[in-house]
């Protein structure tokens, strides 16, 4: 965790404040954020089923999301949960709403992220090993067809979400099942999931980075 210090908490608090205003409307997260009760909530939200559980979870703490998205580093995450990048039409077709934008920074800049949450007990593979569970092959799906929006559409994005410091994501990340409960199968077809700009991660990564930065596991 990080060592920097304040001289007071004022000093503290106006630098917090500088962060948040890098994209006004976003909730904001830093490693300070992070306390045992914040493992202890995720473990709860993870294991009582559904996905609303974990949104709710992850939206009020959203420091945590950083763990799943490629390259973010310890710099603070801004996180947009359920923006409407595409709104229904007139004739009922529904529009596009992804679980959350998520902008992270490293010493390269910022990085913008989409990310699509699916249920902590159901795995990416199907048993076998040999295609995409219902669930896994539906958060694929979702991935593609908000990254191609943004790529055919990022102007109107910018305006339907009110952040025109908004820039093509790098990519999607799909956050779907457990590592340690899937099969070796299973384990393998996910970790051999071929998208140049689609990553797909375990809901462990978020508990494992969580126990390593706060040592519970030391």
């Known amino acids: ?3 920097f210090q304040f001289e007071t908490a004022q000093d503290r608090e106006k630098w917090l404040a500088e962060l948040r205003d890098y994209f006004p409307g976003a909730r904001f997260g830093t490693i300070r954020d992070i306390g045992k009760e914040t493992y202890e909530g995720l473990l709860s939200a993870l294991n009582q089923g559904g996905e609303e559980n974990i949104q709710r979870f992850l939206t009020q703490n959203p420091y945590v999301i950083q763990y799943a998205i490629p390259d973010s580093g310890h710099h603070g995450v801004w996180v947009f949960p359920k923006q409407a990048i595409k709104p229904s039409a007139l004739n009922g077709t ?15 800049g910022f990085f913008w992220h989409v990310v699509e949450l699916k249920r902590f007990d159901r795995q990416f593979a199907n048993p076998p090993g040999d295609n995409f ?12 067809r908000y990254l191609s929006h943004f790529s ?22 799909l956050i779907i099942g457990d590592s ?14 071929e998208n140049s700009r689609i990553s797909v991660v375990s809901y462990r990564r978020l508990i494992e980075g969580l126990a390593n930065d706060l040592r519970l596991d030391r």
């Not at 529904?94 to 390269?108: E, H, K, M, N, Q």
Request: aromatic share 4%; glycine share 8%.
């Open 180 to 193: 340690k409960t899937e099969n070796p199968r299973q384990n393998e077809m996910r970790a051999n999931f």
């Open 133 to 144: 569970s219902s669930d896994g092959g539906r958060g694929v799906v979702q991935c593609q």
């Open 152 to 173: 055919n559409y990022i102007d109107a994005v910018r305006a339907n979400i009110q952040a025109p410091e908004l820039v093509q994501p790098k990519g999607a990340v």
């Open 1 to 3: 965790m990080s060592n």
């Open 94 to 108: 529904a529009g596009l709403i992804p679980d959350y934008l998520v902008a992270t920074r490293s010493s390269l």
